[in-house]
């Protein structure tokens, strides 16, 4: 069974610190990753996806096999970074998303 | 405009009474998906369907049902079987690999 793990419920940064959201996943095929993001009173929409390789506001987010793991960062926080993140992954041809218990952001002025 | 609609925003149910939250989409997607978010549980997967007439549980589809009988509809109904069906509830849909366009949501609160 497809799992993912956000192990920190609420992460808090300075302003212009740098920010690593983490996410560990489980799967025994080839999954594809993603993060989403909910703004205050938004929608929930999708971030960046690992097939992309974009960087998307800043933040980055690198496919690590070996350790399970796709971290979200960015080098430098900004105040409108302030947001819920869910990690979540995609099983491929039985398009089954499982999400994670998301992630709390919030950028201190 | 294209997107996700959800209907209602609200709804107030009493104990034992069925309730049929609405999701419609004018995306053209094949798949649709209804989720479950409650806080500090993220989002739960309770069905999925990848097309017309055809859809697969979740990891918590004990006490809901759905069906699939139009491409731009995916109707979830909330039985008097589930448990503790308090809870906001988002309905998604995308084109095969896509990205996920998720709906504004439903609450829904047991008196």
């Known amino acids: 069974a497809q799992r993912v793990t956000q192990p920190e419920k609420l992460l808090s940064v300075f302003k212009g610190a740098p920010v690593e959201l983490k996410c560990n996943y489980s799967?025994?095929?080839?999954?594809?990753l993603f993060w989403y993001v909910q703004y205050s009173r938004q929608r929930l929409q999708l971030l960046l996806r690992?097939?992309s390789r974009e960087s998307i506001k800043g933040f980055t987010a690198d496919l690590n096999k070996g350790e399970t793991s796709f971290h979200l960062k960015k080098p430098f926080a900004q105040e409108e970074d302030s947001a819920m993140y869910y990690c979540?992954?995609?099983?491929?041809?039985?398009?089954?998303?499982?999400f994670g218990t998301g992630t709390k952001l919030q950028v201190i002025p | 405009d294209g997107g996700i609609t959800q209907s209602p925003k609200y709804l107030f149910r009493k104990e034992g009474q069925n309730v049929t939250l609405s999701c419609e989409q004018n995306?053209?997607?094949?798949?649709m998906y209804w989720y479950r978010q409650d806080p500090g549980q993220g989002l739960r997967l309770i069905y999925y369907?990848?097309?017309?007439?055809?859809?697969q549980k979740g990891d918590i589809a004990e006490g809901y049902s759905v069906s699939r009988e139009k491409k731009e509809s995916f109707p979830l109904t909330v039985t008097s079987a589930q448990k503790n069906p308090t809870a906001f509830y988002l309905c998604?849909?995308?084109?095969?690999?896509?990205?996920?366009?998720f709906g504004e949501g439903s609450r829904l609160t047991v008196l």
């Open positions: 369907s990848q097309i017309v007439n055809d859809f």
């Open positions: 799967y025994s095929g080839s999954p594809e």
């Open positions: 995306l053209n997607h094949d798949a």
């Open positions: 979540a992954i995609d099983s491929g041809g039985y398009q089954k998303v499982t």
């Open positions: 998604a849909s995308r084109q095969g690999s896509g990205e996920l366009f």
């Open positions: 690992h097939i």
